[in-house]
Every structure is written in structure tokens, then in C-alpha cells.
């Protein structure tokens, strides 16, 4: 049988998609490289949160759509020797190597979009709360608990904390009284999902359900949907006036431990009458409402 050689065009073709996987998997490789050297790069260890923070999970995506495209090419180079010419399995190689990439990329940007944000969670906390360095005297600070540090915060941050969009924290070289003040984005700002597992849930919206007086705080009601599994709820939060400072005391988190708890979620069940959800800003909110309940008149306002 006399051999056939391929043609020019399909030579062309086939060395183009060697190129390519190669180019695109070194640009993969080299993209992600440079986002860790940025990151070594970086000594604060706020200004690394806030970037890793910003920066991780375009980075990754931005690394598995490179990836899905060198692995569409390296599909288009299969059983490359048997080719010689334009023919119909050269089309259906061609749909295939598509139809193969784009699903390499979308199992990475399902990874990173839905999977990773817990495991960025974790590796946040690790920066956020590794002991800071007085830059003056490199003795090292000590973090301030809830209570401690409304001392040093303005009131317009404390109304920030209280409504849980931005959470400051405090770090004091109690030598020297140096203090160091980092704001980082509310923590419930993206909570995790009671369903799924994944940190996913976010406010859709807000509601005032109760207008703050001058004696007794408001109420805020924040609407939760998971972006991934779309499981739906709605969390109560006090909404205080904010016009003297032991308003802010009675209303202050009180964990003290327990720094990333994000809320208080009850569960209760009754031969009779069934189960029912309830959920809290905190601690004390919860236990006050166990002393009260009533399955009969229990609260509507925490309700899941």
C-alpha cells in the first residue's frame, strides 16, 4: 500500500495546535506564577488579604480558561498520523476539541467559583488575624477584642460594624499604646449556606422593618439567596440611632472567642406541632429568646 503523505494544509494545522497547547499552557503556568510572586511580594499582611482577597479566584479562572483552551488543541491533535487531508473527521475533531476545552474551563471556573471561596476563607483568616508588628519598635501588637476597641473607633464605624457591611480590627502594642486600625469587608457579607456548605450566601435586599426611636433601637431584616443552590432566607438585625455611646454597648457583638461566627442558628422540634428554624445575631438574643419561647406565639421575625 503506498504511503500518502498529508497535506501541506494539514501539516500546518497539526504543528499550529503544538503551538498553541504549548503557548497556552506555559501562559497558564506563567500567569499564575506571576499572581504568587505579587503576593510573596507583599510584607502587610492587610494589604495581602486585601489583594489575595481581590485578586485569587480571577486569577485561577483566568489560569483554567487557559488551561481549557491548551486542551482543546491537544484534542485537535489526536490521531494526527492517520490524517491526511480535510475530510469529515477532521470536523468532528474539531467540534470535539471545542465541545472537550470549554468543559475543562467550566469545571474550573465551577471550582474556583463555587468550591474555592472556602477554602479562600480559611487562608484569609490566617492573614487577617497572624499577629501584627509595631513598624516603629517591631514589638509584637495584641488584637482588641469587640469591646475593647470601640474606644479607638469613630462613631461612623461603629455604625459600620453594627450593620455588619465593614468589620474593623484593632491591633495595640500595649508598650508603647501604638494602634493599628485594618477595615475589612463585612463578614456577612457572604455567609455560608446552610444547604450547600459553600460561602455563597448574600443579601439580594434590605428592609426597615421597625424605625429606630430614641429609646428603643429599629429593626433591619436582610433577604439572603445562595448564588449557587438559590436556597432563601431572611435574618433580623438591630438598628440603632447611633447617638450615644452606651447605645452602641447594648447592641455590640458579643463573642469574644468565637471571632467568625457570623450568627446564631436554632432548631426545634416538637412531637406536636413540628420544627421550626430560628436564626440571631448573637449569643445572648438567642438565649433570651429560649427563656420566652412559646411554640404557640414563637418570634415571626426569626424565622427561616
Not at 172 to 184: A, H, L, R, S
Not at 244 to 269: S, W
Not at 274 to 293: C, D, H, I, P
Request: net charge neutral; glycine share 4%.
Amino acid at each position: 500500500m503506498d504511503y500518502v503523505e498529508a497535506s501541506p494544509f494539514i501539516n500546518a494545522f497539526h504543528q499550529s495546535m503544538i503551538i498553541g497547547a504549548i503557548f497556552m499552557a506555559a501562559a497558564g503556568i506563567i500567569w499564575y506564577l506571576i499572581y504568587q510572586i505579587r503576593v510573596s511580594a507583599i510584607s502587610d499582611f492587610h494589604i495581602k488579604y486585601d489583594f489575595i482577597n481581590r485578586n485569587e479566584i480571577k486569577t485561577l479562572k483566568t489560569t483554567a480558561y487557559l488551561f481549557g483552551i491548551a486542551a482543546g488543541f491537544m484534542i485537535n491533535l489526536y490521531a494526527s498520523d492517520k490524517m491526511k487531508d480535510i475530510e469529515v473527521w477532521f470536523f468532528a475533531r474539531l467540534a470535539i476539541s471545542i465541545f472537550g476545552g470549554t468543559l475543562v474551563g467550566y469545571v474550573g471556573h465551577l471550582i474556583f467559583e463555587y468550591y474555592y471561596p472556602t477554602v479562600l476563607h480559611k487562608k484569609l483568616l490566617k492573614w487577617r488575624y497572624t499577629p501584627r508588628k509595631n513598624p516603629k519598635t517591631g514589638a509584637t501588637m495584641r488584637l482588641l477584642s469587640e469591646e475593647e476597641e470601640d474606644v479607638h473607633l469613630e462613631s461612623g464605624m461603629q455604625a459600620e460594624e453594627n450593620l455588619f457591611s465593614i468589620d474593623y480590627d484593632v491591633w495595640i502594642d500595649e508598650k508603647t499604646g501604638d494602634v493599628k486600625i485594618e477595615k475589612y469587608p463585612g463578614h456577612l457579607e457572604a455567609l455560608q449556606c446552610n444547604n450547600c456548605g459553600f460561602y455563597t450566601m448574600k443579601v439580594q435586599k434590605e428592609e426597615i422593618t421597625k424605625q429606630a426611636s430614641a429609646t428603643e433601637p429599629g429593626e433591619l431584616v436582610k433577604y439572603y439567596e445562595c448564588t449557587y443552590c438559590k436556597m432563601t432566607r431572611a435574618t433580623a438585625f438591630n438598628l440603632s440611632n447611633k447617638q450615644t455611646e452606651a447605645d452602641y454597648k447594648n447592641l455590640k457583638y458579643k463573642f469574644k472567642v468565637n471571632k467568625d461566627i457570623d450568627l446564631v442558628k436554632l432548631e426545634i422540634h416538637s412531637t406536636v406541632k413540628g420544627k421550626k428554624q430560628y436564626e440571631f445575631q448573637n449569643l445572648e438574643e438567642a438565649q433570651k429568646f429560649l427563656t420566652e419561647f412559646d411554640f404557640d406565639k414563637s418570634d415571626k421575625r426569626y424565622e427561616v
